[in-house]
């Protein structure tokens, strides 16, 4: 079946102005997350939602950023006035409730010039 | 607060040779674990976990894992790497409580030369 999809691939922006990502996730999995990944670092948690409980956005950097899903299906991460330090690398990941086995998109290659 | 130290960031090897990544976590509680695997171009995907239980776990492709609790480690080998095994590898936990987020290590970068 098919697995997370992430749109777009690759995003460059110029400093200041805000960008969307998107993810959707696996059919039927109700966990969705994100994640930030810098050059030559690990897997930086930003957000969690889990089906209509409130999202836990313990992860987020900023009040730059945020994020929504509607329902259980799409997400988007949203970054206003981006920053270079804002390049990076976002990975979206989804997983059945109560899993902990997570499925990962392809990401978003986000570069803010 | 939790956290997970993969302390070799790359690592060298000729085909045929052994694998073991280092991966240490900090943690207050019970743990779950796992190792994730990013070939070149391909999405992060699940290697191997640890639950509960044995604590030698096989995961795909011939990798295995040990958590040494006293040790706070879970370091991952393969007896005979192939060029196919080049990719980025990286540690996570969770605690068991409910809380589904993971902590990342780093990750380590592996080169296989054929």
């Known amino acids: 079946g098919a697995g997370v999809s992430q749109s777009p691939s690759n995003k460059v922006t110029e400093k200041g102005k805000d960008v969307e990502l998107r993810c959707d996730p696996i059919?039927?999995?109700?966990?969705l997350y994100w994640y930030r990944q810098r050059l030559g670092q690990g897997l930086e948690f930003l957000i969690y939602f889990q089906g209509n409980s409130a999202p836990d956005k313990s992860g987020l950097p900023s009040d730059r950023f945020s994020a929504e899903r509607t329902g259980e299906s799409v997400s988007t991460l949203t970054i206003q006035r981006t920053q270079q330090e804002d390049s990076a690398v976002y990975l979206c990941?989804?997983?059945?409730?109560?899993?902990?086995?997570?499925?990962f998109g392809p990401g978003t290659r986000l570069t803010v010039t | 607060a939790q956290s997970v130290s993969q302390h070799n960031h790359h690592v060298i090897l000729s085909e045929a040779a052994s694998l073991e990544l280092g991966c240490n976590y900090s943690?207050?509680?019970?743990?779950?674990l796992f190792w994730y695997v990013q070939y070149p171009g391909q999405h992060l995907q699940l290697l191997l976990k640890y639950f509960s239980g044995d604590p030698l776990v096989k995961g795909i492709k011939g990798f295995e894992a040990e958590f040494i609790k006293s040790k706070f480690s879970f370091n991952l080998r393969k007896p005979s790497v192939q060029w196919s095994d080049t990719a980025e590898y990286f540690c996570?936990?969770?605690?068991?409580?409910?809380?589904?987020?993971?902590?990342f290590g780093r990750g380590t970068s592996l080169i296989v030369h054929p």
């Open positions: 943690y207050g509680g019970t743990v779950n």
């Open positions: 059919s039927g999995h109700t966990a």
């Open positions: 996570a936990v969770t605690g068991t409580g409910g809380s589904y987020i993971p902590t």
């Open positions: 990941a989804s997983s059945l409730a109560g899993n902990y086995e997570q499925y």
